[in-house]
């Protein structure tokens, strides 16, 4: 009975703020008497504005903007904007974050307009902005989307039609740079034609948006078949779908091919967008898609060729994504260099093998590949995070050059010029 009653009063109360009820009104004896804890509402209504909070024994609960947030008090101490807190030209912290009071409390909170005012039991006051309540909240961060993309198989992303950036424009002008990040961005991958075809240029055009990764295989990669390396992409061999450095504990980010040249057939390009073949193990079997985002496995590199000797293991789910939205960033899929599965217990690897087998099975549906045959002077730029690629086989004398990018600095370039990244 006591359930039902609590309910029914809490529609009531729920129904007279939406009727522009202020908390004075709720001080009246006969709502007094309806709740043994005396609750303080906070009502403001206008045409702009329609906000309803409420100052509770542990946190503080604003309902703005359609949205319910909750904010503990530490956090409101920690995230104060005020100049003896935060640096507004470095945005940097200034407040010493381990000398807040655990269970510090508000002496008073107040509202003025749009921004609401905290004064500490030591007398200073914190001020914030609603809108940069609701833009940095657990709550708002559950909705918001981190970086915005456009799904893909073939006929979807032939049907867009993503122009290729000239590389004049690439180099000379920030609307061309735009223009091919915004495509990157969306599509996770994206090409620029034009350019000369010789490892020195194609260097050029990398530094252009981000640091060159330098890693075991130096900072620009150079090679043809010849097997020089202990790796299957150093043969004339087809190479199945596959994002590449598994192994390493974070696999690079961004990665870059040019074709110099191509004397023989064969050796198209497969491309596959991993994030839509994760999306489709989303919808019909989100169980399989949980659990591949949670077991954790290695991938394993062992190279004992000349004079190159490394191990390299990296750990990581094949999905990651974020926690507090569930959003994927990264796909760590390469069935070439998975290491022995030995970080999952019995009760587990067998559904970890059929949510692998769902997966595999959507990166291999035909309608999902895209391939394009790479050509001195067309430089393609791959998410390694996001998109899967792949070989076919070929014959006669192939050079390829390229490298590996950090992601970070690719991302800072696109926020520099106005992106959401």
């Known amino acids: 009975m006591w359930y039902h009653r609590l309910s029914h009063l809490q529609s009531r109360l729920q129904n007279l703020?939406?009727?522009?009820?202020?908390?004075?009104?709720?001080?009246?004896?006969?709502?007094?008497?309806?709740?043994?804890?005396?609750?303080?509402?906070?009502?403001?209504?206008?045409k702009s504005l329609n906000c309803v909070w409420q100052q509770l024994e542990d946190h503080f609960e604003l309902q703005y903007a359609d949205t319910v947030m909750r904010f503990d008090y530490v956090w409101l101490r920690d995230h104060c904007r005020s100049a003896s807190c935060y640096n507004s030209k470095t945005h940097q912290r200034s407040l010493d974050t381990a000398s807040v009071d655990l269970c510090i409390k508000p002496k008073i909170i107040r509202q003025e307009e749009t921004t609401l005012f905290f004064t500490w039991p030591d007398g200073h006051v914190t001020r914030y902005e609603l809108d940069w309540l609701m833009k940095n909240s657990y709550e708002g961060q559950k909705q918001k989307v981190i970086q915005p993309r456009i799904l893909w198989n073939a006929e979807i992303y032939q049907q867009a039609q993503v122009p290729s950036i000239d590389f004049q424009s690439f180099l000379e002008t920030n609307e061309g740079l735009k223009n091919f990040l915004q495509n990157f961005l969306l599509y996770g991958i994206a090409f620029v034609e034009n350019v000369p075809a010789t490892q020195e240029h194609t260097e050029k055009l990398a530094e252009r948006i981000s640091l060159i990764r330098e890693t075991i295989y130096g900072r620009m990669w150079y090679f043809t078949s010849d097997f020089s390396r202990g790796d299957t992409a150093y043969t004339k061999l087809a190479l199945d779908r596959h994002t590449d450095t598994t192994y390493f504990q974070e696999p690079c980010g961004i990665q870059v091919f040019h074709c110099l040249k191509h004397e023989g057939t064969g050796g198209r390009t497969l491309l596959v967008d991993g994030f839509y073949a994760a999306e489709q193990v989303?919808?019909?079997?989100?169980e399989q898609f949980e659990l591949l985002s949670k077991v954790p496995l290695k991938h394993e590199y062992i190279e004992n060729v000349g004079e190159c000797h490394n191990h390299m293991i990296g750990v990581g789910p094949v999905l990651n994504i974020y926690p507090w939205n569930k959003e994927l960033y990264l796909i760590r899929y390469n069935n070439y260099d998975r290491a022995v599965i030995n970080t999952v217990p019995y009760d587990v690897v067998h559904r970890w093998y059929t949510a692998h087998r769902t997966l595999t099975i959507e990166l291999r549906r035909p309608e999902n590949e895209l391939w394009v045959k790479l050509k001195p002077g067309r430089v393609l730029f791959i998410d390694n995070w996001r998109v899967l690629h792949g070989r076919e086989s070929f014959t006669g004398y192939r050079q390829l050059c390229g490298c590996y990018l950090t992601r970070d600095d690719v991302l800072n370039t696109a926020r520099l010029l106005g992106l959401q990244a």
């Open 282 to 286: 989303l919808q019909k079997v989100p």
């Open 17 to 46: 703020l939406k009727g522009g009820m202020t908390c004075q009104a709720l001080q009246q004896p006969n709502f007094k008497s309806l709740f043994p804890v005396a609750i303080h509402w906070h009502h403001t209504t206008s």
